[in-house]
């Protein structure tokens, strides 16, 4: 399995699908799990709306399945194995259309020259 990516998708039997949402929340991944099902519309169309423009290899228009989509920068190939291990009959690693990696933000840097220290006033209290 090609574990370049930034998602990982999944075939799932939809009698599964209640113990495989388990091992994923189990596992930390339920926020960033997401479910596709025929059932609401065509499954081709929700993965190119999250992204996802690679296909899956297989039928995912019968109703007897879903798709289940994880973001999993840096970690797909432990969300691959965990999904694989929970039941999922297809799982793919792919990458993700607009879903890149934030930068860090970086400070502008120092003026050139000498910085002047403020200045400071001798404070007496009587």
Do not use: C, Y
Not at 79 to 85: D, I, K, V
């Amino acid at each position: 399995m090609d574990q370049d990516g930034d998602a990982v998708i999944a075939l799932v039997e939809r009698g599964q699908l209640s113990s495989v949402l388990t091992t994923i929340h189990r596992n930390g991944q339920g926020h960033n799990a997401r479910v596709l099902d025929a059932a609401r519309g065509d499954v081709t169309g929700q993965l190119r709306r999250a992204g996802v423009t690679a296909d899956l290899d297989a039928d995912v228009r019968t109703p007897d399945s879903v798709v289940v989509l994880i973001h999993a920068p840096g970690r797909t190939a432990k969300t691959a194995e965990m999904l694989q291990g929970a039941g999922a009959s297809t799982v793919r690693v792919v990458w993700r259309a607009g879903a890149e990696v934030p930068h860090p933000h970086f400070a502008p840097p120092a003026p050139k020259g000498r910085v002047q220290p403020a200045p400071t006033t001798d404070l007496t209290t009587d």
